[in-house]
């Protein structure tokens, strides 16, 4: 009997869909941690993700695995120009 799939599916990385979005929004309002997003950037290093940016009045750097686990902790995106000078001023050299 012949499977509905004969060839297996393309490895390609998918971008981040309607439906994650929208899971992220869940998941930032019903998680307490995750209330007070981060007011910041992500920052790819290429091993893993970085958000950096002011939470509850404090500069916060947050080490994340994926780039889903980072959307999770960003609660928005703050402009370049904006980021570059906030962390000048309250970022850690």
């Given at each position: 009997?012949?499977?509905?799939r ?66 999770l ?21």
């Open positions: 009997m012949k499977s509905f004969s060839q297996p599916l393309p490895q390609a990385p998918r971008p981040l869909s309607c439906a994650t979005a929208m899971w992220t929004k869940q998941q930032q309002a019903t998680n307490h941690a995750l209330r007070h997003g981060v007011y910041g950037r992500i920052q790819d290093t290429g091993v893993n993700f970085i958000v950096e940016g002011m939470r509850c009045g404090r500069w916060t750097t947050i080490p994340c695995r994926t780039l889903l686990d980072a959307r902790f960003l609660g928005e995106i703050m402009d370049k120009a904006s980021f570059d000078m906030n962390k000048a001023q309250f970022g850690r050299k």
